[in-house]
């Protein structure tokens, strides 16, 4: 593969627009296919991308193509019918899932793609909307050895830390692996926040002694940045989006016979935030909607211990 191949890129949102934007900032020709926030869309356009109606289009025209979206049915809807990828999918194309997927679906497409001649990759990400406008965005991958020599100068352009994680289908279950601890964290701090603050030690006051302790880590240091903070931007991933990733991670253990204690408690309290309404808040906003099964307002209790 040539340092500038042509892209595709679908799923140009919160995380897919900065991942776009350092593929072409990195030289490579980027086309796009538009959906309702017109706002990235319009921005890379500007950059110098080319926007099309339909996957099956970007097939015909790109070497590689991404895809960056919200669950494994639409990642399946964007692949499948007469205009999806694999109606015009042409031998040697890669296509490079970076949604959080099923990896059973994963799987499933890798085989139709392997029909056509084309190569899947699953390459699930770690971090913020802030490291994929930086570049510096980690990625698990799942690919052929062939195939992952060949991708790794494309997922460069996006990725700061990468690694090869196993055949196709790996990633996926990488990722799950990655996101059963955060959102685990996410529902742990929360508990104890909310903990601390019923038995008198404040949430600046949690903050503060974990921060700065062997506990601490960057997942704790973003969580708490909303949770005491209040910095509502601090981590831009939604509670729906956690919610079905728990939910993957649960099926996939099912599936393997994993006794998974603490992951099902987990998503007994995304599903039930989820279930109030809430399902598009970040998730550190859990704290808030923990705290309140506590009989607690959250940003009330911040204020204390400063």
Same mark, same amino acid.
């Given at each position: 593969m040539t340092a500038k191949a042509k892209v595709g890129f679908i799923g140009v949102g919160l995380m897919g627009h900065g991942m776009a934007k350092n593929l072409l900032e990195k030289g490579h020709p980027l086309v796009i296919k538009g959906n309702r926030n017109r706002a990235p869309v319009d921005d890379l356009v500007g950059r110098g991308a080319v926007e099309v109606a339909t996957p099956r289009e970007m097939a015909e025209a790109c070497e590689v193509i991404h895809i960056c979206l919200g669950n494994a049915p639409q990642v399946e809807s964007v692949f499948r019918g007469p205009d999806g990828l694999l109606a015009g999918a042409k031998t040697g194309l890669i296509v490079v899932d970076c949604s959080t997927s099923d990896p059973n679906v994963t799987l499933t497409l890798a085989g139709e793609l392997a029909e056509k001649g084309g190569h899947m990759v699953d390459a699930p990400l770690g971090r913020t909307p802030r490291e994929?406008?930086?570049?510096? #965005?980690? /990625?698990? +991958?799942? &690919?052929?050895?062939?195939?992952?020599?060949?991708?790794?100068?494309?997922?460069?352009?996006?990725? @700061?830390?990468?690694?090869?994680?196993?055949?196709?289908?790996?990633?996926?279950?990488?990722?799950?692996?990655?996101?059963?601890?955060?959102?685990?964290?996410?529902? #742990?701090? /929360?508990? +104890?926040? &909310?903990?601390?603050?019923?038995?008198?030690?404040?949430?600046?006051?949690?903050?503060?002694?974990? @921060?700065?302790?062997?506990?601490?880590?960057?997942?704790?240091?973003?969580?708490?940045?909303?949770?005491?903070?209040?910095n509502r931007d601090a981590h831009k991933f939604s509670i729906a989006n956690a919610s079905k990733d728990v939910r993957y991670a649960n099926a996939m253990a099912a599936e393997a016979g994993a006794l998974t204690l603490m992951l099902s408690a987990t998503r007994q309290y995304f599903t039930q935030v989820e279930a109030q309404g809430f399902a598009?808040?970040?998730?550190?906003?859990?704290?808030?909607?923990?705290?309140?099964?506590?009989?607690?307002?959250?940003?009330?209790?911040?204020?204390?211990?400063?």
């Amino acid at each position: 593969m040539t340092a500038k191949a042509k892209v595709g890129f679908i799923g140009v949102g919160l995380m897919g627009h900065g991942m776009a934007k350092n593929l072409l900032e990195k030289g490579h020709p980027l086309v796009i296919k538009g959906n309702r926030n017109r706002a990235p869309v319009d921005d890379l356009v500007g950059r110098g991308a080319v926007e099309v109606a339909t996957p099956r289009e970007m097939a015909e025209a790109c070497e590689v193509i991404h895809i960056c979206l919200g669950n494994a049915p639409q990642v399946e809807s964007v692949f499948r019918g007469p205009d999806g990828l694999l109606a015009g999918a042409k031998t040697g194309l890669i296509v490079v899932d970076c949604s959080t997927s099923d990896p059973n679906v994963t799987l499933t497409l890798a085989g139709e793609l392997a029909e056509k001649g084309g190569h899947m990759v699953d390459a699930p990400l770690g971090r913020t909307p802030r490291e994929a406008e930086e570049g510096t #965005l980690d /990625a698990m +991958v799942g &690919a052929d050895p062939e195939v992952y020599a060949r991708i790794l100068p494309v997922l460069e352009c996006w990725a @700061g830390n990468i690694n090869h994680v196993g055949p196709v289908g790996a990633g996926h279950k990488m990722k799950l692996i990655m996101n059963s601890i955060a959102m685990s964290y996410a529902a #742990l701090y /929360a508990e +104890v926040t &909310a903990l601390g603050a019923k038995v008198g030690i404040p949430p600046a006051t949690v903050q503060r002694v974990i @921060g700065s302790s062997r506990l601490g880590n960057g997942f704790f240091d973003t969580f708490m940045d909303y949770a005491v903070n209040r910095n509502r931007d601090a981590h831009k991933f939604s509670i729906a989006n956690a919610s079905k990733d728990v939910r993957y991670a649960n099926a996939m253990a099912a599936e393997a016979g994993a006794l998974t204690l603490m992951l099902s408690a987990t998503r007994q309290y995304f599903t039930q935030v989820e279930a109030q309404g809430f399902a598009e808040d970040y998730v550190p906003w859990i704290s808030d909607h923990i705290a309140r099964m506590n009989g607690l307002d959250l940003e009330e209790e911040t204020g204390k211990g400063r």
